[in-house]
C-alpha cells in the first residue's frame, strides 16, 4: 500500500484487517486488535450494504467488548523516558499501520491510548450499535461508583454475553465472531476497576469481604491481579494476612469524587431524622434545634444540587466549545489538505514543464551535434546510425518474440481455463434442448390425454351411481330384516334392566335395614355406659359426703372432750 500510493479495495482491506484481529489477538496485544476491529466496523458499515442489523450488532459489540479488554494502565506509570520515547515511537508505528487516526482532540497525546479508543467509540456511535447487554457492561465499568454489587452485575452480564457470537451470514470475509474470548480478559478489567473503586472509597477492608466481592477469582488470583496493579501505580495497597485486612494508602480525597456519596448521606440522615423526631415540641430545646438542622440540612442539599447543575452546565458548555473547536480543527485540517494537494499538483505541472523544457533542449543538441558530425564525417555518421538501427531493430524483434510467447502463453491458459466451462455451457445446452423437446412431445400428447381422462370421468361417474342405488337397496332390505331382531333385544334388556334394579333396591334397603339397627345397637351401648359413669360419679359423690359427715363428728367429739377437760 505504500509503494503504490494509492487506497486498495475494500474487499482487500477487509482481509487485511481480519488477519490483523487475528495476529494482535494471538499475541495479546489488547489496544492494537480492538484498534483493528473497529477499523473492520467502519469498513463494513460504509461499504457492505447487504450488513443485517444482527450482524452489525455483534461486529459493534465485538468492537466495544475488546476495547472494555484494553488493560487500563500502560508503560507509562512508571516508566524512564527512553522507554516512553520507544514506546511512542512503536505506537505512532503500530497506529500507521492499523490506519487508525485519532480525533483532534486526542492527537496531543501522540499515541492510541483505551481512553482515547473508548471516546473514539462513543462519539463514531459503534455502542449504539451494540447489544444491550454490551451497553450496560461499559456503563458499571466506565461510569459506576459503588463497588458492593459491582462483582454480581458484572458476572451476570458476563454469563449472558458468553453465550452471544456466530458466523456472519452477510460479512462472509470477517472471521467468526465468538463474544466469549473475551470474557477472561474483562473479568480481570473487572477486578480491577473493582479494586481502584474500592481504593477510592475505603482506607481498610477485610480480606473476607474483599473476596466476597469478587466471584470471578479466589482470592490468590486477586492477590496477583493487585499486585500487577500496584507495580503500575494503578492502585496503592497492602495485603496484611496477619490480620486479615488489606489497607489502601495515600487516599486522595477529590470532592467531585464523592460530591454524590455525600449527597446520598444528606439524605439518607434527613430521612433518619425525620423517623427518629416524627413531632418534635416547639418548647423544648431540642424542638428548637431540629428544625435549624432541618433547614441546615436543606440548604446544604440545594446548594449541592445548585452545585451540580452548574457543573453539568460548565461540562455541556466545555463539551460544546470542544465540538465547536474540534470542527473548526477538522474545517482548518481539510482547508490545509486542500491546499497540500493543490500545491503538489502546481508542483508537479512545473516538474512536467522542466523535463519537457530540457528534453527539447537536449534533442536540439543532439540536432545540432548530428549536423556537425555530418559536416565532418558524413560516412561514418551514416554508417553509425544504420548500425544503431540495426541495433534497435534486434531489440525491437527480441522483444516482439518474447510478447509473442507471452501472448502464446496467455491464450494457451486462457483456452485451458475455458475448456471446462465450454464443456459445461454445451451439456447445459443440450440439456436445454432435451427439456424443450419433450416439453413440445407433451404438449402434442396432452389434447389426446385430455379426451382419455374426459371419458374415463364420465364412465366412473356411471359406474358410481349404479353401485350406490344398488348398495342403498341392500341396505333398506337388511335394516327392515334386521328391525325385528332389534326389537326384541330392547325388549329383553329392559326385562334385565328391571330385574338388576329390583335386586339393588333389595340389597340397599336391608344395608339399610342392617345399618340402622347397628345405629341402635351402640346407641344402646353409650346409653349403658353412660349410666354407668353416672352411677360411679354418685357413689363416689355419697363416698365423700359420708367421709365428710364423719370428719366432722369426729371433730364434734374432739370438741366435747376438750370442754369437758376445761370444765373438770
Known amino acids: 500500500m505504500c509503494m503504490v500510493k494509492e487506497t486498495p479495495k475494500s474487499s482487500l482491506l477487509v482481509v487485511y484487517y481480519s488477519k490483523l484481529t487475528e495476529i494482535f489477538w494471538s499475541s495479546s496485544n489488547h489496544l492494537y486488535h480492538a484498534s483493528a476491529w473497529f477499523k473492520l466496523f467502519s469498513l463494513q458499515k460504509i461499504f457492505n450494504k447487504n450488513l443485517s442489523q444482527k450482524d452489525l450488532q455483534l461486529i459493534a459489540s465485538s468492537v466495544v467488548l475488546a476495547a472494555l479488554s484494553v488493560p487500563p494502565y500502560g508503560l507509562s506509570h512508571g516508566a524512564s523516558q527512553l522507554e516512553l520515547e520507544t514506546e511512542k515511537e512503536h505506537n505512532l508505528r503500530m497506529s500507521n499501520l492499523i490506519g487508525f487516526n485519532l480525533e ?49 452485575k458484572i458476572k451476570l452480564l458476563l454469563d449472558r454475553i458468553s453465550k452471544l457470537g456466530g458466523e456472519l451470514s452477510s460479512a462472509p470475509s470477517l472471521p467468526e465472531v465468538q463474544l466469549s474470548q473475551y470474557v477472561p480478559s474483562l473479568e480481570k478489567i473487572a477486578t480491577l476497576k473493582l479494586l481502584q473503586r474500592v481504593f477510592k472509597m475505603y482506607q481498610a477492608i477485610t480480606i473476607k469481604n474483599l473476596a466476597q466481592l469478587v466471584p470471578f477469582f479466589d482470592f490468590s488470583a486477586v492477590e496477583m491481579i493487585a499486585a500487577d496493579a500496584v507495580r503500575h501505580n494503578f492502585v496503592d495497597m497492602k495485603v496484611d494476612h496477619i490480620k486479615g485486612v488489606v489497607i489502601f494508602r495515600n487516599l486522595s480525597i477529590d470532592s467531585d469524587e464523592l460530591k454524590d456519596p455525600l449527597a446520598d448521606f444528606a439524605e439518607t440522615m434527613s430521612k433518619v431524622r425525620a423517623m427518629l423526631f416524627p413531632a418534635p415540641s416547639k418548647s423544648s430545646q431540642l424542638g428548637d434545634i431540629v428544625p435549624n438542622l432541618e433547614e441546615t440540612v436543606e440548604k446544604e442539599q440545594k446548594r449541592l444540587l445548585a452545585r451540580k447543575s452548574i457543573i453539568e452546565k460548565s461540562k455541556e458548555e466545555q463539551e460544546r466549545q470542544q465540538l465547536e473547536m474540534e470542527r473548526e480543527e477538522e474545517e482548518r485540517m481539510l482547508k490545509l489538505l486542500k491546499l497540500t494537494v493543490e500545491a503538489e499538483q502546481q508542483r508537479l505541472a512545473l516538474d512536467l514543464q522542466e523535463k519537457r523544457r530540457q528534453r527539447i533542449l537536449r534533442e536540439i543538441e543532439e540536432i545540432e551535434l548530428e549536423e556537425a558530425q555530418e559536416k565532418v564525417t558524413k560516412q561514418s555518421v551514416i554508417d553509425k546510425a544504420m548500425s544503431e538501427k540495426r541495433k534497435k531493430d534486434q531489440e525491437m524483434e527480441k522483444k516482439l518474440q518474447r510478447l509473442a510467447k507471452t501472448m502464446d502463453y496467455l491464450e494457451r491458459a486462457k483456452r485451458e481455463e475455458a475448456a471446462p466451462l465450454i464443456e459445461a455451457a454445451y451439456q447445459q445446452r443440450l440439456v436445454e434442448e432435451r427439456e424443450v423437446e419433450l416439453r413440445k412431445e407433451r404438449q402434442e400428447s396432452d389434447p389426446m390425454e385430455k379426451k382419455r381422462l374426459a371419458r374415463m370421468l364420465h364412465n366412473k361417474d356411471i359406474f358410481q351411481e349404479r353401485v350406490i342405488s344398488l348398495r342403498q337397496d341392500e341396505f333398506e332390505r337388511l335394516r327392515k330384516e334386521n328391525e325385528g331382531i332389534f326389537q326384541m333385544i330392547r325388549a329383553r334388556k329392559q326385562e334385565s334392566d328391571n330385574k338388576r334394579k329390583q335386586i339393588h333396591h333389595l340389597k340397599s334397603e336391608e344395608e339399610r335395614i342392617k345399618k340402622r339397627q347397628e345405629k341402635e345397637e351402640a346407641r344402646q351401648r353409650e346409653e349403658s355406659e353412660k349410666r354407668r359413669k353416672e352411677e360411679a360419679e354418685w357413689r363416689a359423690k355419697c363416698d365423700v359426703i359420708a367421709k365428710r359427715e364423719r370428719q366432722r363428728e369426729q371433730e364434734i367429739i374432739e370438741e366435747r372432750l376438750r370442754v369437758k377437760a376445761l370444765l373438770g
Not at 496531543?108 to 454490551?134: F, H, I, N, P, W
Open 104 to 152: 483532534p482532540k486526542f492527537k496531543g497525546r501522540d499515541m492510541l491510548s483505551r481512553a482515547s479508543l473508548l471516546s473514539e467509540l462513543v462519539s463514531r456511535g459503534v455502542l449504539s450499535c451494540a447489544t444491550q447487554e454490551v451497553k450496560e457492561l461499559y456503563r458499571l465499568l466506565e461510569h459506576e461508583s459503588h463497588p458492593l454489587d459491582l462483582g454480581p
